[in-house]
C-alpha cells in the first residue's frame, strides 16, 4: 500500500504571509492532485502534476512535482482567508486500474485577516 | 450540469439499523468510488467501480456493499450500522484525462453526514 506524507498537518498565518505545504512518499507516482475542501463541501480538484519536476501555476497557488515522482509541493503566496481550507495531495500509481487514488492526511490551512 | 449528487446530506442511525447512500453523476464518466472521511485520516477508500457491471474492495469495506446500478448510479449500503462508522461518506466519479496512461481526475460529491448512535 502506498502512503503519502503531508504537512505540515496544521497551518495558522496572517494574511499576506507566504506558506509551503509538503507531500511525500516512497513510492512513484504516474500523477499526482491537489484538492481544496471547504467545511461541508466535497474535496475539489485544483491540478494534476504528472512529469518529474513539473511546475504549475493557478494565480497565487505553485504546484510542483518532485523529479523522482516521490513527492510533490504547493505554494500559496500572499495568502488570503480565502484560501482558508483543507488541502489534500492524492496520487495514482502506475500500477492501479481505473483511477484509485492516496489520499494524504491533509494540511488544515487558516489564514486570518 | 450537476455533476456528482448524493443523498441523504444527513443522517442519523441507531446501532444496528441500515440504510443506503444515494450517488449519481451525470459527466458520463465510467469510474465511481466510496470514500469516508474521517479526522486525520484523510480520505479513505471503502469500494470502487471500473464500469458498469463491476464493483471491487477499497481499502476499507468491511460492514458495507456497494450497487453499480447502471453508468450514472453507484449506491453504498450499511446492513447493520455500527459506531465505528460515524463518517462522512464522499461519492466520486472520475475520467480518464490521457489515453494509454493511468491519469485520472475525480470529481467528488458534497458528501453524507453520517452519525450511529
Known amino acids: 500500500t502506498q502512503l503519502l506524507e503531508q504537512s505540515p498537518q496544521f497551518l495558522s498565518i496572517q494574511e499576506g504571509e507566504n506558506l509551503t505545504v509538503y507531500c511525500n512518499s516512497s513510492?512513484?507516482?504516474?500523477?499526482l492532485q491537489w484538492y481544496r475542501q471547504e467545511p461541508g463541501e466535497g474535496p475539489v480538484l485544483l491540478v494534476t502534476v504528472v512529469t518529474g519536476g513539473e511546475v504549475k501555476k493557478l494565480k497565487r497557488l505553485t504546484f510542483q512535482f518532485g523529479d523522482a515522482r516521490k513527492d510533490s509541493s504547493l505554494h500559496i503566496t500572499a495568502a488570503q482567508p480565502g484560501d482558508t481550507g483543507l488541502y489534500l495531495c492524492?496520487?495514482?500509481?502506475?500500477?492501479?486500474?481505473?483511477?484509485?487514488?492516496?489520499f494524504g492526511q491533509g494540511t488544515i490551512l487558516t489564514v486570518h485577516p | 450540469n450537476a455533476g456528482v449528487t448524493q443523498t441523504p446530506k444527513f443522517q442519523v442511525l441507531k446501532t444496528g439499523q441500515s440504510m443506503t447512500l444515494q450517488c449519481a453523476q451525470d459527466m458520463n464518466h465510467n469510474s465511481m468510488y466510496w470514500y469516508r472521511q474521517d479526522p486525520g485520516m484523510g480520505l479513505r477508500l471503502i469500494y470502487y467501480?471500473?464500469?458498469?457491471?463491476?464493483?471491487d474492495k477499497g481499502e476499507v469495506p468491511n460492514g458495507y456493499n456497494v450497487s453499480r446500478l447502471n453508468k450514472r448510479e453507484f449506491s453504498l449500503r450499511l446492513e447493520s450500522a455500527a459506531p465505528s462508522q460515524t463518517s462522512v461518506y464522499f461519492c466520486a466519479s472520475s475520467e480518464q484525462i490521457r489515453l494509454g496512461q493511468t491519469i485520472y481526475e475525480q470529481y467528488f460529491g458534497p458528501g453524507t453526514r453520517l452519525t450511529v448512535t
Open positions: 492524492a496520487g495514482t500509481d502506475s500500477g492501479t486500474s481505473y483511477g484509485k487514488l492516496t
Open positions: 467501480s471500473a464500469s458498469e457491471g463491476t464493483t
Open positions: 513510492s512513484v507516482f504516474s500523477s
